[in-house]
């Protein structure tokens, strides 16, 4: 039972360092999304990707990069990293369906620190 | 303009009491979802209700309802009631039509707090 995994749950970079967030999820959802979560806001989309091979910006992709060369995983890279994204990152996905079939799943997040 | 729209950044609710969170939203689409998640302390987000913009009746799940009021473009989420598990942060969230790409987009969130 398993749905979206995520790595690591907590990690502190140092300012200029390059690390991956990895996501995996066993749903066969076609459709996979990154978003950042603030202190004391919403969340707002990184990357998202509707298949494997296919992959887009979201409101906020800036410093970021992903692949998607399986169903199963969309890695988030961060290049040079910044204090700005000091941030909660959130690994999701659905089944592009009706109704419910929409409901987007979520990772259990990931804290990153940069300093 | 924003999308989604909570007004209400905390809430106090007594035990056992209901509590109303609202939401109102923003879109020219025809279809479309609207959410609610619950993101207690831990840091999760728990998906609880869902309403599509087709669906006649209001959706309910357990203790979670949701008043859809179309015209007014309004989703408020009502717990009804409420138990100290439910202090937490709710999101509303709003999924545009059928041609994007399905993302959600979230409102600042209600931090509900349940006093004893």
């Not at chain 1, 995994?5 to 459709?31: A, V």
């Not at chain 2, 950044?9 to 209901?18: D, L, N, S, T």
Request: net charge positive; charged share 20%; hydrophobic share 30%.
């Amino acid at each position: 039972n398993a749905g979206v995994t995520q790595t690591p749950k907590f990690r502190i970079l140092k300012i200029g360092q390059s690390m991956t967030l990895q996501c995996t999820q066993d749903m066969n959802h076609n459709y996979m999304y990154w978003y950042r979560q603030d202190p004391g806001m919403g969340l707002k989309l990184i990357y998202y990707s509707v298949g494997a091979g296919i992959t887009d910006k979201g409101e906020v992709p800036n410093g970021y990069n992903v692949s998607r060369s399986t169903t199963e995983d969309f890695p988030l890279r961060l290049e040079l990293a910044a204090p700005s994204q000091t941030s909660v990152y959130f690994c999701a996905s659905s089944y592009r369906g009706r109704g419910s079939g929409n409901t987007i799943y979520f990772g259990e997040g990931s804290w990153l620190t940069v300093v | 303009a924003q999308k989604i729209t909570q007004t209400q950044p905390g809430m106090f609710v007594q035990e056992k009491e209901a509590v109303t969170l609202d939401c109102t939203y923003d879109t020219s689409d025809q279809s479309y979802g609207l959410f609610w998640y619950k993101q207690p302390s831990s840091g999760e987000m728990i998906f609880l209700i869902y309403q599509g913009s087709y669906d006649e009746q209001n959706a309910t799940e357990g203790r979670y309802s949701l008043n859809f009021q179309k015209a007014r473009k309004s989703a408020n989420l009502v717990i009804s009631a409420s138990q100290l598990g439910d202090s937490a942060m709710y999101f509303c969230a709003m999924r545009e039509g059928r041609g994007s790409q399905g993302n959600l987009i979230f409102g600042k969130g209600t931090k509900l707090s349940v006093k004893p």
